[in-house]
């Protein structure tokens, strides 16, 4: 059996940890945590950690920490091993030389204490070297349905994609929410709205789904909106992506 | 029984004859219609005209077409009746003046030959006489269960605030789409995470749910995904985005 320790305890390695204990094909030895607190409901306190000495030999490290600590965790691993990230956006050869570098990115928004079916979430993979491919591909399909190789370039662009659909269409429901609460109206009416746009696109291609003002160039519509909306920025949105709809082909 | 009969034949029309035909409390006399073949899986053709002069007295006409129509529709309905329209944008006293107005508007996303469950739509009433609301709300209330009532210039800034959480969302799921293209990653990589991004609204306010770089304030992130994007208009609307983002507290 493949062993895996996990270093972090945000939400990322708190997932990864449900799922690892979901899981007989992995055996989750240690997680390093700084903040051991935030993993005790999920695992074993003599399985945490929260000093590299004690850090046992594993056949995998699994780095789930932010962006600019990653470096500097791999270099305190007292093993030469092999060690991936998580991030979408950080390059693979940041983690420390004398480890075999691997990336093991799961392509999800992770929520504190929100449980998400992790068989469902894509895990990109990428190793330094060709051998170890199969081992990070063997974890990761332990709690994954949906595994592939994305090499760096690959993976930096998928997380821009990710920033577009997940967080700029968060801040889209949040000027929803605002509109509506400016005009004494519950977010919650625009709630099944929001449903069916993402069922739309489950089925349907996202031009075959585009309907609205800005497609049809109902230009009187535009211009009413505009004429509603008191926000300079709010403005400024509505005309950039009725625009980028309109010359979108 | 409210007897009612419809104008129109495209999605929004579809969609509200085939939730009439489902309930008992409401009874559908006729639907007029400029395209009848649309109709013919719905309801029995001695119901489908297409002509003024066959239109039998109801107690509610509801129109369902396109904006720039409704008036001119509203004319040639040839008794004075209870008139009412769908549009979110387009103010009740455009019908014409001799027939007592109204407003009947789903707030939804209609997708030709995608059912959808009209129970969970949300309808915005509004009636130029008091006495007319009651009829609206039974009509409504027979085929949602979210019937609510709004005033004109609530509808206009609910249908701008759709637009944002729909059509711009969907824009933004186009743009993930083109980013992966570019990449040569299959856009169905994206789905679960716009799936729990929707999932999480639902239980989270916007602002709980907002991550990501420019909610971070990661700078680095930022500079590093407007490098990798190659189109300048997705370079500007990642910019004001993350800006907006920024700014909204």
Chains 1, 2 share one sequence.
Do not use: W
Not at 48 to 53: A, G, R
Not at 96 to 112: E, G, I, M, N, W
Not at 186 to 215: H, W
């Amino acid at each position: 059996m493949i062993r895996v320790s996990i270093i972090g305890s945000g939400n990322v390695a708190q997932h990864l940890v449900s799922a690892f204990m979901k899981t007989d094909a992995v055996e989750l030895v240690q997680v390093l945590a700084r903040h051991p607190e935030h993993l005790k409901q999920l695992l074993d306190s003599s399985q945490i950690i929260s000093d590299y000495h004690q850090l046992q030999e594993a056949d995998l490290y699994i780095i789930a920490v932010t962006d600019n600590a990653i470096a500097e965790v791999s270099k305190q691993i007292p093993f030469s091993k092999l060690v991936a990230h998580t991030s979408g956006s950080i390059a693979m050869n940041v983690l420390s030389d004398h480890h075999r570098k691997a990336v093991f990115y799961p392509l999800q928004t992770f929520t504190k204490n929100k449980p998400v079916d992790f068989s469902r979430i894509p895990i990109g993979l990428e190793s330094e070297h060709a051998s170890d491919f199969e081992i990070i591909k063997q974890v990761a399909s332990a709690i994954s349905d949906h595994v592939f190789a994305i090499d760096s370039a690959q993976r930096k662009a998928l997380h821009v994609a990710a920033v577009f659909v997940n967080n700029f269409t968060n801040h889209l429901y949040q000027i929803g929410a605002d509109i509506c609460n400016e005009h004494q109206l519950p977010f919650d009416i625009l709630k099944p709205l929001i449903e069916e746009t993402t069922a739309k696109i489950m089925v349907l291609s996202p031009a075959e789904a585009q309907t609205g003002p800005a497609k049809r160039k109902d230009q009187q519509t535009i211009e009413a909106h505009l004429a509603i909306l008191n926000d300079a920025n709010q403005k400024a949105i509505y005309t950039l992506l009725t625009q980028s709809i309109q010359k979108h082909e």
